[in-house]
């Protein structure tokens, strides 16, 4: 009975933020477009960590993967996405205000569906590459050597910028320093061009603005990201074991020998 209370409790928590983006954004939208923007972006994250809190049990719950460890890969695809959407809306609440006549018709510019399109890539290939490096030392040594927790209490901010294999995960990993660093600076430069673009829209009389397209993102911090994420993947790529590669037969082998040396003792 208390878990389908608090079943209960929590659809009510994602009901009430979903009005308030809806009817918030909308009013406050009249008053300042940018307070209105940053208010949707910040309804939207506790949304995902709200639902990320129901399923894991933490408020990082969705920035925990499969291992029980936090993923830069999910960070990354969840700022971008929370930066976009929450734009889009808040531009489609302006021209609403504004009494356009096609409020939706915003455009989202090529370019940010590639960087969006970049970071997805790195979400579906990140585990692949990480299994892949699995199996590569289960052939090997006989394990897979990939870190993981035991619960979803176990993950922990450090593992942004550690390795993910029992020889590395206490090691910082350079590449995923330098993926999180070029998120972080790319993410913040965006958001300070979306603030601009709703001040400006603020300051125009109603009626006279109309936001058409969320701003273009430039082909340098394509080429940063596009350079990030190679170096990221390709580190995962690599085949670089520290363990030692002892194969099988040798174990078995010398088991199978200390076996009867004991024998003849006895």
Not at 92 to 104: C, E, K, T
Request: with cysteine; aromatic share 8%.
């Amino acid at each position: 009975m208390a878990d389908k209370e608090d079943t209960k409790i929590h659809v009510g928590y994602f009901i009430l933020i979903l009005i308030a983006i809806a009817v918030g954004g909308l009013l406050l939208v009249w008053w300042e477009p940018v307070v209105a923007w940053l208010v949707v972006a910040l309804l939207m994250t506790l949304f995902i960590a709200m639902s990320g809190f129901n399923i894991k049990g933490l408020g990082s719950g969705c920035l925990i993967d499969e291992r029980d460890r936090i993923s830069l890969s999910r960070l990354q695809l969840i700022a971008w996405t929370l930066l976009v959407l929450s734009a889009y809306y808040t531009a489609v609440m302006v021209n609403i205000r504004n009494g356009v006549p096609d409020p939706l018709a915003v455009a989202i510019p090529a370019e940010l569906w590639v960087l969006m399109g970049i970071s997805a890539t790195s979400l579906v290939g990140s585990p692949l590459l990480v299994r892949g490096q699995g199996q590569h030392r289960v052939n090997v040594i006989g394990e897979d050597g990939i870190a993981r927790g035991d619960a979803p209490s176990d993950a922990s901010w450090q593992n942004l910028f550690c390795g993910e294999t029992n020889s590395n995960d206490k090691y910082q990993d350079i590449s995923r320093v330098q993926m999180f660093y070029f998120t972080f600076i790319l993410v913040l430069a965006y958001g300070f061009f979306l603030g601009r673009m709703f001040v400006d829209a603020g300051r125009a009389a109603a009626g006279e603005a109309q936001i058409v397209e969320l701003p273009a993102v430039s082909a340098g911090m394509l080429a940063l990201l596009g350079i990030s994420h190679t170096a990221y993947l390709g580190k995962k790529g690599l085949r670089t074991d520290i363990e030692r590669k002892i194969p099988k037969t040798k174990v078995a082998r010398g088991k199978t020998a200390t076996a009867g040396n004991k024998g003849d003792q006895s």
